[in-house]
DNA sequence: ATGAACCTTGGAGCGACTACAAGGTCAAGC
DNA sequence: GCTTGACCTTGTAGTCGCTCCAAGGTTCAT
């Protein structure tokens, strides 16, 4: 299989694959005749593990750690659920917090009534200094 | 008003003011004799609208348009209000993006019984591809 | 006069890619 | 055998919104 071939089959862009190998997230594979990286299921599999854990927003680092986890199949396994946890709490923070700006905006939206930017609540919304004055 | 004062009243960095400047957000203050830069009222309620809209998570550009929109009073204010929505929208999808995440780690974390890594539920969903296979 | 606390500029670095340029390789069709 | 076009290679620069740093200038209190 060359890049392009697992890019599609992994739903990645080739680039992103070259980066993964650059930063170590993926080990260089063998090479062709003629140059090109030739990967095989395993080099899929792990790409796809790969890509699964950022979907779910894991940081590279932690998508390192949780990799290094899945090789050494003798450890313990709390590390995984800690950096899972902790992975949620920040998800759970970013949520709370896009809510707060939710209502926000839609409060200054259905404050809105149109007419002149002169008399718009919205602009008078964020005009309005909230950092210490 | 030097830089140092006005960074402290809006809770900005100094060279988050500088950068703003550097990118056209804001214009370029009058110098002291020092050469260092000295800031008035005017500038002090601009960056503050600015900081505002930058925590309302409207991105540099939009917060550009706010401000162009801001500064012709007699304009009529929809386009402010389309940003707005187009922003909220984005905003919305985000935190759909972000709860279907939470559940998906939160049933992960809840499958995960301990134990050691080989019969990991957290690796196991991790592994499980979703990307055309 | 000296030192601390400020300011100046320019440039590099972050995360996680993405895009591009200049060239090499491969398979198919003629 | 030659051309065409799709693929691949490398390296570098750009994205966004800052943030940090280094090397030096200014201001003010002691």
Do not use: W
Not at 19 to 24: A, R, S, V
Not at 91 to 108: F, G, P, Q, T
């Amino acid at each position: 299989m060359n890049i392009g071939q697992l890019a599609r089959t992994t739903g990645t862009k080739a680039e992103t694959i070259r980066y993964y190998e650059k930063i170590g997230l993926l080990t260089a594979p063998t090479r062709s005749s003629g140059n090109y990286r030739s990967y095989g299921q395993a080099d899929r599999i792990r790409l796809s593990f790969v890509r699964r854990a950022r979907e779910l927003g894991f940081p590279i680092d932690h998508v390192r750690e949780l990799l290094d986890l899945a090789d050494h199949r003798e450890h313990d396994c709390c590390k995984v659920d800690e950096l899972t946890r902790h992975h949620l709490d920040a998800v759970d923070r970013k949520i709370a917090d896009l809510s707060a700006l939710k209502h926000e905006l839609a409060s200054m939206l259905s404050a809105c009534q149109g007419g002149i930017v002169a008399n718009c609540r919205i602009l008078e919304a964020l005009g309005t200094t909230r950092a210490n004055p």
